[in-house]
């Protein structure tokens, strides 16, 4: 796994997942092989390749195929009307070969953030240009990105709104209530916290969980696997 902030690579992962949803946008793609992939309305197909919006249920059986995942949180962009293109069913050959050797002989990060760009490039044609969020929301997030966990209440006095309608712009423009979108973040820093040494128990408690157990609820309700399936993963971070 390489790590950045509002990205990650999963390289390798050929773990079965429940049905799940999280706040990042998910490129999913069979190196070698196909995955099966479930959606809500009951049906199953094989695939090579596939993107799920901030939100959107889904459920995949990487089929021993060798997988490679990419997680891009929006930040500050609206995605309500951003329209993307029918992704294509394969990268070009050069990149898929540089993701296998990614995942064969691991690379260091300034190595690996190149083969990001061009996979975003190459799927979510006009995704830096997404508009963005309503300005308050925005201004939230990024109170909450520079100065960590702030409450409902503290934003919606700073941005001088009620905290009823902070609470209802905030689940408007990004998709998450507010209590679920710090649940987010906290997992996020515990992976972060898994790559710089910790264990999964220092990693909960560092993150603010009350404890691996509930850290490991979140995680799976959230990415559909238990957070130990990390153990098998190397985890390189900024």
């Given at each position: 796994m390489y790590l950045w902030r509002g990205r990650?690579?999963?390289?390798?992962?050929?773990?079965?997942?429940?049905?799940?949803?999280?706040?990042?946008?998910?490129l999913s793609l069979a190196l070698e092989g196909t995955f099966r992939l479930s959606l809500p309305d009951g049906s199953t197909r094989m695939a090579t390749a596939d993107l799920f919006l901030p939100g959107q249920p889904h459920r995949l059986a990487a089929n021993g195929a060798l997988m490679a995942h990419l997680f891009i949180d929006p930040g500050q962009r609206s995605l309500a009307d951003w329209r993307r293109d029918e992704i294509p069913a394969a990268?070009?050959?050069?990149l898929?070969?540089?993701?296998?050797?990614?995942?064969?002989?691991p690379l260091a990060l300034s190595a690996c953030e190149p083969l990001v760009a061009q996979w975003q490039d190459a799927w979510l044609p006009g995704f830096d240009r997404a508009p963005v969020l309503d300005s308050r929301i925005a201004q939230a997030l990024a109170l909450l990105a520079e100065e960590g966990e702030l409450t409902a209440e503290y934003l919606a006095d700073t941005l001088?709104?009620?905290?009823?309608?902070?609470?209802?712009?905030?689940s408007q423009?990004?998709?998450?209530?507010?209590r679920r979108y710090v649940l987010w973040m906290r997992?996020?820093?515990a992976v972060a916290q898994l790559?710089?040494?910790?264990?999964?128990?220092t990693a909960a408690h560092a993150a603010g969980f009350a404890d691996l157990a509930h850290m490991s609820r979140v995680f799976h309700a959230t990415f559909g696997v238990v957070p130990s399936t990390l153990s098998r993963v190397a985890i390189v971070a900024a």
């Open positions: 990650a690579l999963v390289l390798g992962v050929d773990s079965d997942s429940t049905p799940h949803a999280h706040h990042a946008l998910q990268l070009p050959a050069d898929l070969a540089a993701l296998r050797a990614a995942w064969h002989a001088q709104l009620s905290q009823s309608r902070f609470s209802h712009l905030f423009h990004t998709g998450l209530p507010f997992l996020l820093a790559g710089r040494g910790g264990n999964l128990t």
